[in-house]
């Protein structure tokens, strides 16, 4: 089954620990993001990774952390210095050998911390 | 001046309707345009992506002003499924991130 995988659905942790949301594609896209939703808000990127092995801060990166070994994985670590981890966390794909480079996402992994 | 801008929304139309969506862009060299629809609590779907000459899928139409920097969609004969938050998204170049707008809320009444 072709597609992005985010993994866990919903994620709770405590204040003060650090937490790790999973992204997986076998699309072959060249490049993967993560994005962070709050209720009733648009967009906002967090990282971005155009090529394995590198990675590009967003607009919001800070308290946040990634990697990118693998073509096929782009972790995304929630640290305990991310004021207010709560919030929608999306994984987007895109491939630049396609015309228009649209992006395509995953479920998503809604995170509380209690 | 904001990246990408949107009709503030929300569109509350009854069914059967027909309803347009704006969007201005403010980087002149933008290369492809794309509108994505999102429902409640789901992830972004890419709704079309918008051509130079302007496209059409069934009831959806979406055009591209390029002197003007505008996008719209516009839907014709609404229907309830249709509810949801339509974004604007522009790639400012090949091999960049794309700049999401914020989004505008429709809601289609019984």
């Known amino acids: 089954d072709g597609g992005i995988t985010q993994s866990p659905k919903y994620l709770f942790r405590k204040e003060g620990q650090n937490v790790t949301l999973s992204c997986e594609q076998n699309?072959?896209?060249?490049?993967m993001y993560w994005y962070r939703q709050d209720p009733g808000q648009g967009l906002r990127l967090i990282y971005y990774?155009?090529?394995?092995?590198?990675?590009q801060k967003g607009d919001i990166a800070e308290g946040y952390s990634v990697s990118r070994e693998k073509k096929e994985s782009f972790p995304l670590t929630v640290t305990s210095a991310q004021k207010n981890p709560t919030a929608f966390y999306l994984c987007?794909?895109?491939?630049?050998?396609?015309?228009?480079?649209?992006?395509?996402f995953g479920p998503g992994t809604r995170l509380t911390v209690l | 001046r904001k990246e990408v801008e949107q009709d503030p929304g929300p569109f509350n139309v009854p069914e059967g309707a027909t309803v347009a969506f704006n969007c201005t862009y403010s980087n002149s060299a933008s290369q492809s345009f794309f509108w994505y629809r999102q429902d409640c609590r789901k992830e972004p779907k890419l709704l079309m992506s918008?051509?130079?000459s302007g496209n059409e899928d069934g009831r959806f139409t979406a055009q591209l002003n390029r002197a003007s920097q505008y996008i719209s969609l516009l839907i014709r004969d609404s229907k309830l499924s249709d509810s949801a938050t339509y974004l604007c998204v522009v790639n400012p170049a090949s091999y960049d991130k794309v700049i999401f707008g914020p989004g505008t809320s429709l809601s289609v009444i019984p």
């Open positions: 987007a794909t895109q491939s630049y050998l396609s015309s228009y480079n649209e992006q395509f």
């Open positions: 918008v051509y130079s």
């Open positions: 699309l072959n896209h060249d490049a």
């Open positions: 990774s155009q090529i394995v092995n590198d990675f």
